[in-house]
């Protein structure tokens, strides 16, 4: 349920409903606009008597959130939430790219491509240390060798960092050297995770499982939003559709209809959305065209000699032209009437 202040609510009177709720073993979310002051109480609406807060000096009105997410829905926070990470705000006014290799392979991959993604401005570096492969004779990334590596190219570049990290047991390893900690999709929805990143105090980037429904995706993040973290970022990376021509389907639906359902920053992956270099740009391009806050992308210096999805990699030379068409499209896109980013 959401409780509406009036304009002039007086602070007493804020600190009256909140203490009622927390009374009721309630957990209270404030959300101060400049003109009203909106508090949140999660948790399950139909044992809620919204008469008796109705009644109370400096109350406006309630209203239910019948959406099983709660403090992921827009309702509960109807204006777009700005996650910073270091000091880069993300889900504001500029779209912020990602931009690095699938996986950290050598110190010199990693310094080449992370210094051809500063160069074309990227604030973030990409780079898994622990990959989730298909297959248990694949490459498995470099661990904690490959962290220490995002790090020293984050020393170098001042470029942030987000990497994934694949179970709860490596939440406070990878937590370390992260700025962004990354769910991957095949793991959306364990919970577990989900759980340890929630008590984590850093920003998490949290994928689109590949069958996954955008419900249950919002639901994942509410698990990461209920544990105490609120800087949670969707990132759509396409789903498994009857299709073969590509990787995914990248869902660029997900992109436009998110940004009614949730306050969230939502992240556009055309790389893994599609699987094909070529389609990255134009992807990227319409996802940012459709609202999306950020993208992540992958690139790397020799795709073919990546040793996971080069196939889906830009050169950095691509990639300095994407950046190009992106801010284009961002410009125009903040210049429409009726847009978000024009607000
Ligand atoms: C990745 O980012 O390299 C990755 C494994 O992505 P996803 O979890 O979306 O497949
Ligand atoms: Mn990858």
Known sequence: MIIVMQKGATPAQISAVVARVEGMGRQVHLSRGEERTIIGVVGDDRTFDRDQFERMDGVEHTVPILKPYKLASREFHPSDSVVDVGG???GGQAVVVMAGPCAVESREQLMETAWAAKEAGALI???GAFKPRTSPYSFQGMGEQGLQLLAEARAETGLLVVTEVMSPSQVSLVATYAD???IGARNMQNYALLHAVGESHKPVLLK???MSTMEEWLMS???VLSHGNNRVMLCERGIRTFETYTRNTFDINAIAMLKQLTHLPVIADPSHGTG????VGP???GAVAAGADGLILEIHPRPEEAVSDGRQSLKPKRFAELMSEVRLIAEAVGALPGD????
Do not use: C, H, N
């Open 88 to 90: 880069v705000s993300i």
């Open 125 to 127: 570096l990409r780079g």
């Open 180 to 182: 962004i900690l990354q």
């Open 208 to 210: 689109r499982g590949m």
């Open 221 to 223: 993040a509410e698990y």
């Open 276 to 279: 094909l270099w070529e389609l």
């Open 283 to 285: 992807v990227a391009r």
């Open 340 to 343: 978000r980013r024009a607000a």
